[in-house]
C-alpha cells in the first residue's frame, strides 16, 4: 500500500513569489485535505478536495488554492507569498466513500516545509 | 465555535511508566477523535481513532472519550523513551468535513 507523498520537501521562497505544493494520495483514498502548520501549533484546515472539487474551507485567503485530479492527486497554490506562510504544509488523503466526513482517519504525507525570506 | 484544547506540557514522564494526555473540546456535536505522535521535524502520524464514548485500547495505547464531559484521554502504558515526541489530539465534528487541532502535548520520557 502506497503512503501519501508530498513534493517537494523543503523549499525557499521570497515575498510576493508564487508556489506549488504537490500532493499524491494513500491507495484507495479519494479524499485530500490541506493543512498549515506553524511552528509551535497544532494544523490549521486549508481546504479539502473531493471528486476534484472543493469541499470545505478553512480561515486562509483567496490566495490559497488548490486542485484534485482524476487520479486524486492534488495541488495546493499560494500566491504573493508573505513572510507569514512560512510554515510545514500538510497533505493528508482518507477515504469519502459516498461523500467524505470528518469520521474517516486521515493520513499525513511527510509535508513540504516552506520558508519565505 | 469548534474547539480542541491540549495542555502544551511538557510533560516529563519515567521510562517505565504511564504518561497521561489529556485534551478537551468546546463542541458538543463531536463525531470522532484521533490521536497523532509528531516526532521533531516529522509529520503527525495516527496513532489512535475513537468514536464511542469509553475506553479503547491497542497495544499501550488506550484511548478514553467522555462525551458528557467532552473531554478524551490518551493512556502511555510502560512508556519508552522512543515515545518522547509532541501528541496532537484532533476532534472530527458533524457538519465540518476537516479535523481540528489542538496546539499538541510534548512528552519526554526520561531513561
Known amino acids: 500500500e502506497t503512503g501519501v507523498t508530498q513534493s517537494p520537501t523543503h523549499l525557499i521562497k521570497t515575498r510576493g513569489q508564487q508556489v506549488t505544493l504537490r500532493c499524491s494520495s494513500q491507495s484507495g483514498h479519494n479524499t485530500v485535505s490541506w493543512y498549515q502548520q506553524a511552528l509551535g501549533q497544532g494544523p490549521q484546515f486549508i481546504f479539502q478536495?473531493?471528486?476534484?472539487?472543493?469541499?470545505g474551507r478553512g480561515n486562509f485567503p483567496p490566495r490559497f488554492s488548490g486542485l484534485q485530479f482524476p487520479n486524486y492527486s492534488s495541488e495546493l497554490n499560494v500566491n504573493a507569498l508573505e513572510l507569514d506562510d512560512s510554515a510545514l504544509y500538510l497533505c493528508a488523503s482518507s477515504k469519502g466513500g459516498l461523500s467524505p466526513d470528518s469520521n474517516q482517519p486521515q493520513h499525513f504525507g511527510d509535508g513540504t516545509r516552506l520558508s519565505i525570506l | 465555535q469548534k474547539e480542541v484544547e491540549q495542555n502544551s506540557g511538557p510533560l516529563s514522564v519515567p521510562e517505565g511508566a504511564i504518561a497521561s494526555l489529556n485534551c478537551t473540546y468546546s463542541?458538543?456535536?463531536?463525531?470522532?477523535f484521533f490521536w497523532y505522535r509528531q516526532y521533531s521535524g516529522k509529520s503527525p502520524e495516527l496513532i489512535m481513532f475513537?468514536?464511542?464514548?469509553g475506553d479503547k485500547e491497542d497495544g499501550r495505547f488506550t484511548a478514553q472519550l467522555n462525551k458528557a464531559s467532552q473531554y478524551v484521554s490518551l493512556l502511555i502504558r510502560d512508556s519508552q523513551p522512543s515515545d518522547s515526541a509532541t501528541y496532537l489530539c484532533a476532534g472530527g465534528f458533524f457538519g465540518a468535513n476537516n479535523l481540528f487541532f489542538g496546539t499538541g502535548t510534548r512528552l519526554t520520557v526520561i531513561p
Open positions: 463542541d458538543r456535536g463531536s463525531q470522532s
Open positions: 478536495y473531493y471528486r476534484e472539487e472543493e469541499n
Open positions: 475513537i468514536y464511542s464514548n
